[in-house]
């Protein structure tokens, strides 16, 4: 209904204003500087300005498309690009899991630049680079890597010191693991790292420290980390020696907790470090010392191994302590050994008899056997060498 009054009133209007229209039409009069004038009807400046509008439009029009067509082209290039970037990618990534690390390192560098993570592409082509032995383009991939994306920094460095230890670069991978424990200092992995490096570099103080104060990173319980502790003290006692066995003396006196100085196994690795050193006179003067303020039978077997040019004040320590000590035969079997030191098989003798009778030892029983035997007494050899056999039987 609505549409049909606005017909009705349209030709209604039409009716009343068209012929006024068309006999009164007006002009527009245009003047250009005073001497050039157009004059036109109203009705054609109408339909002109009606024409120019629509072919203003269709310009328009006509010059999104133009636009849009360029945008469209350059999509399509772009595209092009990325499926090529994304199809080297795979190619070399491919590459790299079938063992073809020179084609995986080429096609990897080549896409990371347009890659949509850089990071990753440059780090495969690091790994790539790495088992060609290629160490230099190695670090150079790894540091586009770093500048590539920053939130990678982490991964690609962690890579990077997996790959230098692999590589037994050991400083180089320091150095990797100390710049990444500045940005990362709480991270559990880099933290790992250098119960790694400071053992393969030797730097056992430094490994100490680091027990010391970062062991919770990696949550040992108190027998690993007693554990850890001891094999460290223990090659760097052997270090300390090497250089000087005075030294690991004034080490010993000033920088070990008295607690650890109380214990065998400390004393024990102590011991050995003098002896693999040649640091003999160090090592009789630390066992004399600790055997008159405390006698420990487990400290005898090391009188044996000295190799000094007087054994006589070790050998009278012992002869007071068999007046004083319970347990006899350990002490007798030093003695003995101490003995034949000094080249007196006779008194050797005497005290591995004694000695046998309460630490029966296969060794011993060849030993004292073989000396009677060299001293003419060969039915007592006999009888020793027949209980040296019993025991070995027995043992099996």
């Not at 690009?81 to 990618?89: A, G, I, L, W, Y």
């Not at 790539?128 to 790894?142: N, V």
């Not at 680091?210 to 554990?227: C, G, I, P, Q, S």
């Not at 090497?242 to 196994?265: E, F, M, P, V």
Request: proline share 2%.
């Amino acid at each position: 209904m609505l549409k049909i009054i606005i017909v009705i009133a349209a030709l209604l209007a039409g009716l009343i204003l068209g012929p006024e229209i068309s006999t009164n039409k007006g002009y527009i009069l245009l003047s250009v500087d005073g001497y050039t004038t157009y004059e036109i009807t109203v009705i054609n400046a109408l339909l002109i300005a009606f024409v120019v509008y629509f072919l203003l439009l269709f310009v328009e029009w006509l010059l999104r498309k133009l636009f849009a067509m360029s945008s469209m082209t350059r999509g399509w290039f772009g595209q092009r690009k990325t499926r090529k970037v994304q199809k080297k990618t795979l190619l070399g990534m491919l590459a790299l899991f079938e063992g073809d690390s020179k084609q995986a390192q080429k096609l990897l560098a080549q896409s990371a630049p347009r890659s949509e993570a850089p990071a990753l592409s440059y780090i495969a082509a690091a790994k790539a680079a790495h088992q060609q032995k290629k160490y230099d383009l190695r670090d150079a991939h790894f540091r586009q890597a770093y500048d590539s994306q920053k939130n990678c920094q982490l991964a690609a460095g962690v890579v990077w010191a997996e790959l230098q230890m692999e590589a037994k670069q050991y400083a180089n991978a320091l150095a990797t693991v100390t710049e990444l424990d500045k940005k990362f200092p709480k991270n559990k992995r880099v933290n790992a790292f250098y119960f790694t490096l400071y053992p393969a570099l030797q730097q056992w103080q430094k490994y100490l420290d680091l027990l010391d104060t970062r062991h919770k990173f990696l949550a040992f319980n108190d027998v690993e980390l007693a554990t850890l502790a001891f094999d460290a003290y223990r090659e760097l006692f052997k270090q300390l020696a090497a250089k000087s066995a005075a030294d690991l003396q004034g080490y010993w006196d000033k920088k070990i907790a008295r607690t650890l100085r109380k214990k065998l196994t400390y004393q024990k690795a102590l011991l050995d470090a003098y002896l693999d050193a040649g640091a003999d006179k160090f090592a009789e003067a630390f066992l004399v010392d600790k055997l008159h303020q405390q006698f420990s039978l487990a400290l005898l077997p090391y009188l044996n191994k000295l190799e000094i040019s007087d054994y006589y004040p070790l050998i009278l320590l012992l002869e007071k302590a068999l007046k004083k000590e319970s347990e006899k035969g350990l002490i007798h079997q030093a003695l003995a050994k101490l003995k034949l030191k000094e080249n007196k098989p006779l008194a050797a003798i005497n005290h591995l008899k004694e000695s046998l009778k309460s630490v029966p030892n296969i060794d011993d029983f060849a030993l004292l056997a073989g000396l009677l035997e060299k001293d003419g007494r060969a039915t007592e050899a006999q009888e020793y060498y027949r209980q040296g056999l019993q025991l070995a039987v027995s043992a099996k």
